[in-house]
Protein backbone atom coordinates (compact mmCIF):
# COMPACT_ATOMS: atom_id res chain seq x y z
CA UNK A 1 0.00 0.00 0.00
CA UNK A 2 1.31 3.16 -0.93
CA UNK A 3 1.19 5.79 1.17
CA UNK A 4 2.46 8.48 -1.76
CA UNK A 5 -0.98 8.90 -2.89
CA UNK A 6 -3.73 8.19 -1.04
CA UNK A 7 -6.54 8.75 -3.67
CA UNK A 8 -4.93 5.80 -5.85
CA UNK A 9 -5.09 3.78 -2.49
CA UNK A 10 -8.65 4.35 -2.47
CA UNK A 11 -9.65 3.78 -5.59
CA UNK A 12 -7.57 0.61 -5.70
CA UNK A 13 -9.54 -0.36 -2.33
CA UNK A 14 -12.88 0.11 -4.28
CA UNK A 15 -12.10 -1.28 -7.72
CA UNK A 16 -10.56 -4.98 -5.95
CA UNK A 17 -13.68 -5.09 -3.42
CA UNK A 18 -16.48 -4.35 -6.09
CA UNK A 19 -14.50 -6.74 -8.21
CA UNK A 20 -14.64 -9.50 -4.92
CA UNK A 21 -18.14 -8.91 -4.98
CA UNK A 22 -17.84 -7.25 -1.20
CA UNK A 23 -20.65 -5.76 0.30
CA UNK A 24 -18.79 -2.98 1.62
CA UNK A 25 -14.75 -1.75 2.22
CA UNK A 26 -13.45 1.18 4.37
CA UNK A 27 -11.28 3.91 4.02
CA UNK A 28 -9.28 6.04 5.80
CA UNK A 29 -11.14 9.64 5.57
CA UNK A 30 -9.86 13.06 4.54
CA UNK A 31 -11.50 16.07 2.93
CA UNK A 32 -11.18 14.74 -0.61
CA UNK A 33 -11.28 11.35 -0.06
CA UNK A 34 -15.08 12.21 1.06
CA UNK A 35 -15.67 14.70 -1.74
CA UNK A 36 -15.08 11.85 -4.51
CA UNK A 37 -16.95 9.48 -2.24
CA UNK A 38 -20.07 11.70 -2.56
CA UNK A 39 -19.74 12.34 -6.07
CA UNK A 40 -19.86 8.43 -7.01
CA UNK A 41 -23.06 8.17 -4.55
CA UNK A 42 -24.72 11.17 -6.73
CA UNK A 43 -23.60 9.42 -9.81
CA UNK A 44 -24.79 6.28 -8.91
CA UNK A 45 -21.91 4.18 -8.90
CA UNK A 46 -22.49 3.16 -5.37
CA UNK A 47 -25.42 2.86 -2.92
CA UNK A 48 -24.35 4.69 0.12
CA UNK A 49 -21.80 5.64 2.18
CA UNK A 50 -21.15 6.42 6.04
CA UNK A 51 -18.64 7.65 8.35
CA UNK A 52 -17.93 5.21 11.27
CA UNK A 53 -16.07 5.47 14.34
CA UNK A 54 -14.51 1.62 14.21
CA UNK A 55 -12.35 0.92 17.24
CA UNK A 56 -11.00 4.28 18.33
CA UNK A 57 -10.44 5.09 14.10
CA UNK A 58 -12.60 6.87 12.03
CA UNK A 59 -13.27 5.16 8.53
CA UNK A 60 -15.32 5.98 5.77
CA UNK A 61 -17.26 2.75 5.19
CA UNK A 62 -18.80 2.70 1.03
CA UNK A 63 -21.38 0.61 0.19
CA UNK A 64 -20.60 -0.98 -3.21
CA UNK A 65 -23.56 -1.28 -5.91
CA UNK A 66 -24.11 -4.29 -8.27
CA UNK A 67 -26.52 -5.04 -10.87
CA UNK A 68 -29.17 -7.56 -10.98
CA UNK A 69 -26.54 -10.07 -12.40
CA UNK A 70 -24.55 -9.04 -9.47
CA UNK A 71 -22.27 -7.68 -11.60
CA UNK A 72 -20.62 -4.48 -10.17
CA UNK A 73 -21.73 -1.13 -11.54
CA UNK A 74 -17.95 0.06 -11.46
CA UNK A 75 -16.61 -1.04 -14.40
CA UNK A 76 -13.39 1.00 -14.33
CA UNK A 77 -12.40 3.21 -12.38
CA UNK A 78 -8.81 5.00 -12.81
CA UNK A 79 -6.51 7.73 -11.40
CA UNK A 80 -5.63 10.42 -14.19
CA UNK A 81 -3.31 12.94 -12.23
CA UNK A 82 -0.44 11.33 -10.21
CA UNK A 83 1.70 12.97 -7.27
CA UNK A 84 4.34 12.81 -10.19
CA UNK A 85 2.32 13.61 -12.98
CA UNK A 86 -0.21 16.39 -12.57
CA UNK A 87 -2.89 15.91 -15.02
CA UNK A 88 -4.88 19.87 -15.78
CA UNK A 89 -6.82 20.84 -18.21
CA UNK A 90 -8.81 24.20 -19.10
CA UNK A 91 -13.15 23.92 -19.17
CA UNK A 92 -13.07 23.16 -23.14
CA UNK A 93 -10.29 20.57 -23.16
CA UNK A 94 -11.92 17.91 -20.28
CA UNK A 95 -12.34 15.01 -21.94
CA UNK A 96 -15.08 12.52 -22.28
CA UNK A 97 -15.15 9.42 -20.37
CA UNK A 98 -16.49 6.38 -22.46
CA UNK A 99 -18.47 8.84 -24.70
CA UNK A 100 -20.55 10.66 -21.81
CA UNK A 101 -21.63 7.43 -20.42
CA UNK A 102 -18.62 7.51 -17.91
CA UNK A 103 -17.74 10.72 -14.83
CA UNK A 104 -14.60 13.02 -15.14
CA UNK A 105 -13.95 14.02 -11.34
CA UNK A 106 -12.25 17.27 -11.21
CA UNK A 107 -10.70 19.46 -8.51
CA UNK A 108 -11.44 23.04 -9.47
CA UNK A 109 -11.20 26.36 -7.55
CA UNK A 110 -14.96 25.71 -6.56
CA UNK A 111 -14.29 22.52 -5.21
CA UNK A 112 -14.44 18.68 -5.86
CA UNK A 113 -17.01 18.17 -9.07
CA UNK A 114 -17.75 16.35 -12.07
CA UNK A 115 -15.99 17.09 -15.66
CA UNK A 116 -19.68 17.48 -16.71
CA UNK A 117 -20.81 20.50 -13.97
CA UNK A 118 -17.19 21.88 -14.57
CA UNK A 119 -17.96 22.31 -18.00
CA UNK A 120 -20.65 24.34 -16.90
CA UNK A 121 -19.76 26.50 -14.50
CA UNK A 122 -16.60 27.18 -17.41
CA UNK A 123 -14.05 26.29 -14.58
CA UNK A 124 -10.96 23.73 -15.50
CA UNK A 125 -8.59 21.59 -12.93
CA UNK A 126 -6.86 18.73 -12.04
CA UNK A 127 -8.34 15.62 -13.33
CA UNK A 128 -8.27 13.42 -10.16
CA UNK A 129 -10.06 10.05 -11.92
CA UNK A 130 -12.67 8.26 -14.38
CA UNK A 131 -15.29 6.44 -13.66
CA UNK A 132 -17.32 4.21 -15.64
Same mark, same amino acid.
Given at each position: ?????????????????????????????????????????????????????????????????????????????? @?????? @? @?????????? @?????????????????????????????????????
Amino acid at each position: MSQTDPIADMLTKIRNASLANLDKVDIVPSKLKLEIVKILKNEGFIKNFKRVNQDGDNVIRVFLKYDERQSPVIHEIK @RISTPG @R @RVYAGYKNLP @RIMNGFGTLIVSTSSGVTTGRKASEKKVGGELICSVW
